[in-house]
């Protein structure tokens, strides 16, 4: 009897013939790229290093684009934004030691916000790995220990024949749900060393579905059904998902409101009836939110940003669905769902009952009222209409991407996304330099849309390098750069605190001089200028720098009691 675990597939002669017979001149580099394009990517990031240069040489004959960046951390930042916006695992290519360490922050970033980034960096020659202090170039004691705590598995080589195996584990590994970067090592004489292992020209590049238990979401179902006042949270994990249809159709199922966290925004309509938009920073939404005997927490942790800074208090009952398990009832006790969001919400349209609730739309108005009561109490003005200049100059189709600055927490909470995956920030670590550099991989994945980066003048500066990269590869990015003279959020976090700054103030430099310095167009605007000058930037194909001097100040808080 013959079972299906026995059948194989035979190779063809001609695939025999090549196995026999393969290229020469082939070595442990080729073997990577190899393994990549089987798996089906078209494209790395990265920066070449005296170890990692087997790996660039086997480059020159593969067919893989490469993006090459000026500091380690921003390619991270271009790779991360490629996975969120294919949901294709994004290859980094780093070097050993200073170069690998540098892509730390990016790292970070891509395991916080979910970002399948496949680093793959280089290491010191074999006789110098185990710990010794045997002074290679680059050394160090333990380089995959920097990285344990920060990426989702580590992957270590010590022979060619491991290479394909390694990278495809990986590789599954990256686009698991949760999605995240992992950390590949390779030895730089593994990397030249030459080879006969046959040519790599096949993979399994499918991960297992993370489903949810049917006992759960059935509890889940007859809970959210029989719920008087159901609310939901929806996370960046809905997006990841690429859930946010399912999401929008259990909504209106249980008309149930539906709340966005600054990593879901998009993932529910801005101006659905039901849609509380994203002011969990708001009082009135955390009020309303405690008193939701059912909350639904979708894709999202309940962090700090998404609990208004864990003053949130939930009352009612609490179901969550998360694929990240350490997040599971991290931070409140719930009906914990260890799943994909997309196979959850599908489970959960299976089997709910339809709800009757002719006052939810109504509750939903009222609480925005509130909301834009409060900030209109608050002159602010000139805010408001920086944001809006931005939400018309910018195609509703096109990604935005926003480093830590103050307009980018205005957006978290008052920033209409236009739709699922198209709003991107640096909230999930919080490190200062994301905008840019993400822009850039962005414009990689899709050139067919223009690509906004908004950053302050103090986030600028760890990125400005990568005007060289924006001209070279002539990407359709532009990028908003609100001068304000020094770390804005900064300044009025000590100026609360301490009633005066330290180390706040900047001097910088003439960002329209430096970046027509690079070739890049670039324009000092104003607000009442800003929407003209934007458009007209994003309207125009290649790079381009809007250069907007401004002081913003943030909406008061609602969690400092």
């Not at 993932?267 to 969990?280: E, I, K, V, Y």
């Not at 799943?339 to 299976?350: F, G, K, T």
């Not at 709800?355 to 739309?361: E, F, H, L, V, Y």
């Not at 990407?475 to 706040?504: H, P, S």
Request: glycine share 10%; charged share 15%; hydrophobic share 45%.
């Amino acid at each position: 009897m013959t079972h299906d675990h026995d059948l194989v597939l035979r190779p063809t002669a001609a695939q025999t013939e090549a196995a026999l017979n393969p290229p020469a001149g082939r070595t442990g580099g080729d073997l990577v790229v190899e393994t990549l394009a089987a798996l089906g990517a078209t494209t790395v990031f990265g920066l070449p290093g005296q170890h990692a240069l087997g790996l660039f040489d086997a480059l020159r004959r593969s067919d893989l684009r490469y993006v090459g960046l000026r500091v380690e951390n921003n390619a991270g930042f271009a790779a991360d934004a490629y996975g969120r916006i294919t949901g294709e695992a994004a290859p980094l290519l780093l070097s050993t030691g200073p170069g690998a360490l540098t892509s730390l922050p990016a790292l970070q970033e891509a395991a916080a916000a979910s970002a399948p980034v496949l680093a793959i960096c280089s290491q010191v020659p074999t006789p110098g790995l185990g710990g010794g202090r045997h002074g290679y170039l680059h050394e160090l004691p333990d380089q995959a220990a920097s990285f344990r705590g920060v990426v989702k598995s580590v992957h270590t080589v010590r022979a060619a024949s491991q290479i394909p195996s390694a990278i495809e584990a990986a590789w599954k590994s990256a686009l698991s749900a949760p999605h995240g970067p992992v950390w590949v090592e390779i030895p730089q004489d593994v990397l030249l060393a030459g080879t006969a292992i046959p040519v790599v020209t096949g993979g399994d590049a499918f991960p297992e579905e993370l489903a949810p238990r049917p006992e759960l979401t059935a509890l889940a179902a007859h809970l959210l059904s029989t719920a008087v006042r159901p609310a939901i949270i929806a996370g960046g994990g809905v997006v990841r998902a690429d859930a946010s249809g399912k999401l929008r159709q259990l909504a209106q199922t249980l008309r149930a409101p539906v709340v966005t966290t600054p990593g879901g925004k998009g993932a529910f309509p801005w101006n659905h009836p039901l849609s509380l938009r994203s002011w969990l920073e708001d009082r009135h939404t955390t009020d309303l939110l405690e008193d939701a005997d059912v909350l639904l927490v979708v894709g999202s942790g309940l962090g700090e940003l998404s609990s208004n800074y864990h003053t949130f208090r939930p009352r009612g009952r609490v179901v969550q669905i998360e694929a990240d398990l350490g997040k599971l009832e991290s931070n409140h006790p719930a009906l914990g769902i260890h799943a994909d969001a997309r196979l959850a919400l599908q489970a959960l349209l299976e089997t709910v009952s339809e709800r009757q609730d002719p006052t939810a739309a109504e509750r939903v108005a009222a609480l925005l009222a509130k909301v834009a009561d409060r900030i209109a109490a608050q002159d602010l003005t000139l805010e408001q209409d920086v944001l809006a200049s931005v939400r018309r100059a910018l195609p509703a189709d096109s990604p935005s991407f926003w480093d830590m600055t103050v307009l980018a927490y205005w957006a978290w909470s008052a920033f209409d996304a236009s739709g699922p995956n198209l709003m991107h920030s640096a909230q999930g670590a919080g490190g200062l330099g994301y905008g840019f550099p993400a822009a850039l991989g962005a414009a990689v994945a899709d050139p067919t849309r223009p690509v906004l980066a908004v950053s302050g003048d103090g986030g600028a500066l760890y990125s400005i390098a990568e005007l060289a990269t924006a001209r070279q590869h002539d990407l359709d990015v532009t990028w908003l750069i609100v001068d304000d003279g020094g770390y804005g959020i900064l300044r009025e976090y000590m100026t609360d605190a301490f009633g005066e700054t330290t180390a706040t103030e900047l001097t910088r430099p003439d960002f329209v001089a430096l970046a027509e310095s690079f070739g890049v167009p670039g324009v000092r605007t104003s607000p009442e200028a800003l929407e003209a000058d934007l458009a007209a930037a994003l309207g125009s194909p290649g790079p381009s720098v809007v250069v907007l001097p401004a002081v913003l100040r943030m909406f008061a808080p609602t969690h400092l009691g």
